[in-house]
């Protein structure tokens, strides 16, 4: 078989020999794992999939069969089972993933049932921008910005609805080609929309107003609250007081509509930072690093210094673990999706396990609050509370 992906090493080998199986199964830790069962043709297609006791499925698939059942049996068809063991149910499911992929390349995608992340599209390409919700990524290096992951297409919605009325860029999906006899909308009758399909506005002014969606949506909407902010500062330095009075309502509208907003909730190419996992190293814990959204590790960072790095603080040791953690690289912009949808999987569980940490718009990670978060995960404790997301910082 030809694989297009690099297969990933699972790091256990043994063969399996029924009549010998109960040794083999004492040797096997009850942790868990992804695992992997061959024939003695190795061309055949593998059985692949995770579990959170080792020990426990093999007896179930390899035990001898039982009488009257329908279960699973694979003890005359397995030869050999590879497997490596994992800290957490995320860092099984993101080997799965790489391992399904390379070897089921055609119907990978199917087994693991992706929901693709909602994100919200500005579209720069189009002569008029306008935004909309979409789950597919367009060319990677095309002038458009993507921003999510959102929890559901439903959240995406209405957070770039309610995000809209305070501006008026346009919300039609036409292609436009202005003329000043078309009527226009119901959107620029509102004075919503600055009507470039009648030459309602310059192209001049639609740009300026374009650029301030984008930086509405790129800053969580700390640009808009600081625009509003400053107008209603200077109505009331100038004693205009009704007109102080009705921009302050605007500003406590804006506020419920920024709040909906997840913090992982990123302009993908600036969507960075790790996720701290228990790892099956004892005194460890496991670190993934995502750059534009794209996963890779983990890596083994060690609760104890090495001898060598002892003078080293535990932010020094961290930055060097993850330096030697390549960024990943997605191949298409499929591939991207498919991170998404793995990230978005676990980040929006009601249960998550782990901690993670986003890097600011500059591409800096909060050490102290990782450093904290590290000693949390490995202890088993709880994450910390978690204050209602802050807009990242602007520069």
């Known amino acids: 078989m030809n694989f297009p992906y690099n297969l990933p090493v699972l790091t256990h080998r043994v063969e399996f020999v029924p009549a010998e199986d109960a040794t083999l199964f004492a040797s096997i830790p009850a942790v868990p794992a992804v695992f992997l069962l061959r024939g003695e043709d190795h061309t055949a297609e593998p059985y692949i999939s995770k579990t959170a006791s ?11 069969p039982e009488e009257r059942t329908k279960r699973l049996n694979l003890r005359y068809r397995t030869r050999t089972i590879e497997y490596t063991l994992t800290g957490s149910d995320f860092e099984s499911g993101f080997l799965l993933y790489q391992l399904l992929r390379a070897t089921f390349p055609q119907i990978y995608a199917q087994r693991l049932r992706f929901r693709f992340a909602p994100l919200v599209k500005l579209h720069l390409e189009n002569a008029y921008p306008r935004a909309s919700i979409t789950t597919r990524l367009g060319r990677r290096r095309g002038p458009s ?13 209405k957070f770039l609805s309610d995000s809209l009325d305070f501006f008026q860029m346009r919300r039609c999906v036409e292609e436009l080609n202005p003329d000043p006899n078309f009527p226009g909308c119901i959107y620029s009758e509102m004075k919503m929309c600055l009507a470039p399909c009648f030459k309602g506005c310059t192209d001049e002014e639609y740009r300026a107003e374009v650029a301030r969606v984008a930086n509405y949506l790129d800053t969580g909407g700390a640009s808009l609250v600081r625009e509003i902010g400053t107008l209603r500062d200077a109505a009331s330095a100038n004693l205009e007081f009704e007109n102080a009075a009705a921009i302050h309502v605007r500003l406590e509208k804006l506020k419920p509509v920024t709040s909906q907003l997840p913090e992982i909730v990123r302009r993908l190419d600036r969507l960075a930072g790790v996720i701290v996992q228990t790892s ?12 534009s959204g794209c996963l890779a590790g983990p890596v083994t960072f060690s609760i104890q ?44 569980r009601s249960s998550r396990t782990g901690e993670i940490f986003l890097a600011d718009d500059k591409g800096v990670l909060p050490l102290r609050r990782l450093v904290r978060g590290i000693g949390r995960v490995y202890r088993g ?8 997301a802050s807009p990242p910082a602007v520069s």
């Open 280 to 291: 099956p190293e004892p005194n460890c814990v496991a670190l993934f690093r995502f750059d």
């Open 54 to 64: 080792l020990r426990r499925r093999l007896q179930r698939l390899l035990n001898a």
């Open 381 to 388: 404790e709880k994450p910390e509370d978690t204050l209602p």
């Open 305 to 348: 210094p090495p001898d060598h790095t002892k003078s080293q603080s535990m932010e020094s040791r961290i930055e060097a673990t993850l330096a030697a953690l390549s960024p990943a690289k997605a191949g298409s912009a499929f591939e991207t999706m498919e991170h998404l949808a793995l990230l978005k999987r676990w980040y929006y």
């Open 145 to 157: 910005f993507y921003y999510g992951p959102f929890p559901t297409r439903v959240a995406a919605e």
